[in-house]
């Protein structure tokens, strides 16, 4: 299975995953072949519209013939001055549009993560609905892909105390 993992850090907002090409599918994981050094980077740099960090996947490694963080990087640029919402909320939808005209049966976790305007936010982009219990391999991918600000819109509302801000909270955290 691929890794990818965010922190928030004294440093700031952290990202990393693994270097193995994985297509993650219903009931199977596959590590794809490579050959020599793995230089695989499954992460996308994106500084637009007040926003700057990263965006990350893991399971499908191709779009269209195209490497998925090529494809990423291409929607970007066809995004230029979007706020944060607005990406991932086109990005979501862009990504549920080919999954259809392509008949896609894979699944694609995307995380988006960093500052923006001065405020530390995680997102997410996928079509998982998760892993099977009894082995861990992905169950099978959903029609369309959910959008979520998942650090403000899940999490904050449940771990912050009466009074106590973003920051406080993540300042306790770190």
């Given at each position: 299975m691929g890794?990818?993992?965010?922190?928030?850090?004294?440093?700031?907002?952290?990202?990393?995953?693994?270097?193995?090409?994985?297509?993650?599918?219903?009931?199977e994981t596959r590590v794809l072949a490579h050959h020599g050094d793995l230089t695989r980077c499954p992460i996308v740099i994106r500084r637009d519209g007040g926003f700057v960090g990263f965006t990350g996947y893991v399971?499908?490694?191709?779009?269209?013939?195209?490497?998925?963080?090529?494809?990423?990087?291409a929607f970007?640029?066809?995004?230029i001055g979007a706020s944060l919402a607005t990406y991932a909320s086109a990005l979501g939808q862009e990504l549920t549009?080919?999954?259809?005209?392509?008949?896609?049966?894979?699944?694609?976790?995307?995380?988006?993560?960093?500052?923006?305007?001065?405020?530390v936010r995680f997102w997410f982009v996928?079509?998982?609905?998760?892993?099977?219990?009894?082995?861990?391999?992905?169950?099978?991918p959903k029609q369309e892909f959910d959008v979520v600000d998942d650090l403000d819109g899940r999490y904050m509302p449940k771990d912050l105390k009466p009074g106590q801000t973003k920051e406080e909270l993540l300042r306790e955290r770190m």
């Amino acid at each position: 299975m691929g890794i990818l993992a965010v922190d928030v850090s004294t440093y700031g907002v952290v990202m990393s995953a693994d270097s193995q090409p994985v297509e993650a599918l219903d009931s199977e994981t596959r590590v794809l072949a490579h050959h020599g050094d793995l230089t695989r980077c499954p992460i996308v740099i994106r500084r637009d519209g007040g926003f700057v960090g990263f965006t990350g996947y893991v399971g499908t490694e191709t779009i269209d013939g195209k490497v998925t963080s090529d494809w990423l990087t291409a929607f970007g640029l066809k995004h230029i001055g979007a706020s944060l919402a607005t990406y991932a909320s086109a990005l979501g939808q862009e990504l549920t549009e080919e999954w259809k005209r392509l008949g896609l049966v894979s699944v694609l976790e995307i995380l988006i993560s960093g500052i923006e305007n001065g405020d530390v936010r995680f997102w997410f982009v996928r079509n998982s609905q998760g892993l099977y219990d009894h082995d861990w391999t992905y169950m099978p991918p959903k029609q369309e892909f959910d959008v979520v600000d998942d650090l403000d819109g899940r999490y904050m509302p449940k771990d912050l105390k009466p009074g106590q801000t973003k920051e406080e909270l993540l300042r306790e955290r770190m």
